[in-house]
């Protein structure tokens, strides 16, 4: 009797977290599919090769355009810039942590940067506009801060708990064999730390780089607020952007359903799905080779 | 799969969803309403003022720009959409097939102030100079204002109504240069740093206190070069209909809702809520 009753607990258990399982996959799976369904509608009223190479953004003149350049290259400058500042800030403090500082410092640290996971997006944009935007403008004598460089910086800050946790575990996770041999031969910290430890770890932290590149670019309200919105095609950091994710959350709210424009949010929404899709399979493909090649 | 059968599903989805939700709270007695930023504020103190007579009573307001409050009245997620324009004759095809007959009430008249920064010469502009700014033919203001300084367009975003409304009123496509900020607020302070900045925010904005409006300048408005030039902070101009910026507030109530919200109408159009209309820098037009 008791024996049945354990064995049944254990099938409807099982029966329980598969179906945990598959829900997540069904719900991936629905997601990109309702994307793909709705960018087909899209694409049989424009042409896919007026979309790619398209320089402009205006659905609603009279005469529609929907060229993805100008948002693309947004999300790429905001994102990428946000890549620039946080990668050597982001690096710089995984090292300290995992080779300079005190455990008692460690102790601190860490979970302050975790809290800075914790901080929401939007109180980052009201940052970006009554602080960081004002103070861009100041300091490089510009009527008003809300531009591309706002708006990367906002995003590295956001992006720096990721980059610096994941960077830290790879670092830290370099064997101290490694750092012993190399001592042995009379190397000082810093050489120890530029030429043995970071290369070792360096899968681990491209994969950092890529996890956090995929926040930046995924990262909606922040922008929003704080990068201007112009739809002109942007020409560098102190330019206003429009990036992908702002354009879907302004249009999305006023645009009829079933209708060219509408559809074409969708299309666009699915250029951002792969764009992070892509950020983050290289990120966990760094990963699995960072685990393998020191499981070894 | 086809179109039909597609929506169909999805909207099975949302249902199951909703009644999900529905059964969770008790949604006879709130009031949903959404829609235009113009008009939030003066909803949210209107509502509170009426709940002072009727503590049974309660409204969940919300804005994101009257578009969005006509897309959730079509989608049943609203009871009183505010709105800053009428409705499109898409809109009216698409509540046509729905087959949802709307109630219209006018409660209020906005104006639509253009403000620059108070360092900027100019007190007054005509309306075919400002279309021409607004449109990016004139991107200095050398030939407005003498000053050799490139203009800053500060609008709303696509949602917006008043977004629509100057574009319309105008006459003229944004120029692509023109940066879309989420407010009224943003714009004010926006300009309130930036010389040479142009925006447009509802005259219920611009505060009655001097002192909350340093920084910025609103201008008059002339019909054509001639003309008087007009502030949309002159009540008896607007209520001649005089500025060229002025525009009748609306709120649509489907049929079904119109006994829920009814009492709260007439206690906006008659009652003590035509005061706190007037007080919050709005006009009343009987």
Redesign the interface.
């Known amino acids: 009797m008791q024996y049945k009753k354990r064995v049944a607990i254990d099938k409807i258990a099982k029966i329980i977290f598969k179906s945990t399982g598959y829900l997540v996959l069904a719900l991936l799976g629905g997601i990109f599919f309702m994307l793909l369904?709705n960018a087909i509608a899209f694409f049989l009223d424009v042409s896919p090769l007026d979309f790619i190479t398209g320089s402009?953004w205006?659905p609603?003149?009279?005469e529609p355009a929907y060229g993805i350049l100008p948002l693309i290259v947004s999300t790429s400058i905001v994102s990428l810039g946000a890549m620039l500042i946080a990668i050597p800030l982001g690096v710089g403090t995984a090292a300290f942590i995992s080779e300079y500082a005190s455990p008692k410092l460690k102790t601190i640290l860490k979970p302050a940067i975790e809290m800075l996971a914790a901080i929401p997006s939007v109180v980052i944009g009201f940052l970006g506009?009554v602080l960081v935007g004002?103070g861009i403008?100041d300091l490089n004598n510009l009527?008003?801060g809300?531009n591309a460089l706002n708006g990367a910086i906002l995003l590295a800050i956001m992006a720096l708990p990721t980059i610096i946790t994941i960077s830290e575990d790879a670092i830290h996770a370099v064997p101290q064999t490694y750092r012993e041999a190399s001592y042995g031969l009379g190397a000082s910290r810093w050489q120890t730390l530029r030429k043995i430890t970071i290369p070792a770890a360096a899968p681990g932290i491209i994969a950092a780089v890529m996890l956090g590149l995929g926040r930046a670019i995924g990262e909606t309200m922040t922008v929003?607020?704080a990068t201007?919105?112009?739809?002109?095609f942007p020409k560098g950091f102190f330019d206003?952007v429009?990036t992908i994710t702002a354009t879907i959350a302004?249009?999305m709210?006023?645009?009829?359903?079933q209708t060219t424009h509408y559809y074409a949010l969708f299309a666009i929404a699915i250029v951002l799905f792969f764009m992070t899709l892509v950020a983050n399979l290289i990120g966990e493909y760094f990963i699995n080779r960072f685990r393998k090649y020191h499981a070894a | 799969m086809n179109d039909m059968a597609f929506n169909r599903l999805i909207s099975t989805v949302l249902l199951g969803f909703s009644i999900l939700l529905w059964s969770c709270g008790n949604t006879d007695h709130t009031i949903k309403m959404k829609g235009s930023d113009t008009e939030v504020n003066l909803a949210v103190n209107l509502a509170e003022a009426y709940n002072k007579t009727d503590p049974t009573f309660s409204m969940a307001i919300s804005g994101g720009g009257s578009g969005l409050g006509i897309t959730s009245l079509l989608n049943g997620q609203a009871d009183i959409a505010n709105s800053s324009r009428p409705l499109t004759e898409e809109e009216q095809a698409l509540f046509k097939k729905k087959n949802m007959l709307l109630k219209t009430v006018v409660f209020a008249e906005d104006a639509t102030a253009f403000v620059v920064h108070s360092d900027n010469p100019i007190t007054e502009i005509d309306v075919k100079t400002l279309s021409k700014i607004m449109s990016g033919q004139v991107e200095n203001w050398k030939s407005v204002s003498g000053q050799d300084v490139p203009i800053n367009i500060y609008g709303r975003q696509s949602s917006s109504g008043t977004y629509s409304f100057i574009r319309k009123k105008l006459k003229i496509a944004y120029s692509q240069k023109a940066k879309e900020m989420t407010g009224n607020a943003q714009i004010l302070e926006a300009i309130k740093i930036d010389k040479s900045g142009i925006g447009y925010v509802g005259a219920g904005y611009i505060s009655k206190k001097i002192q909350d409006n340093k920084g910025i300048k609103v201008l008059k408005i002339k019909n054509d070069a001639d003309s008087n030039a007009i502030s949309p902070l002159d009540p008896t101009a607007i209520k001649n209909r005089l500025y060229f910026f002025q525009r009748p507030l609306y709120q649509f109530i489907p049929e079904k809702s119109w006994a829920k919200v009814l009492s709260f109408i007439q206690f906006e159009t008659k009652g003590e809520g035509t005061k706190i209309i007037e007080k919050s820098g709005y006009y009343l037009i009987q």
């Open positions: 369904y402009q205006n609603t003149a009279a506009i004002p403008a009527p008003n809300l929003l607020m201007g919105n112009a739809a002109i206003s429009k302004i249009e709210g006023e645009v009829p359903y």
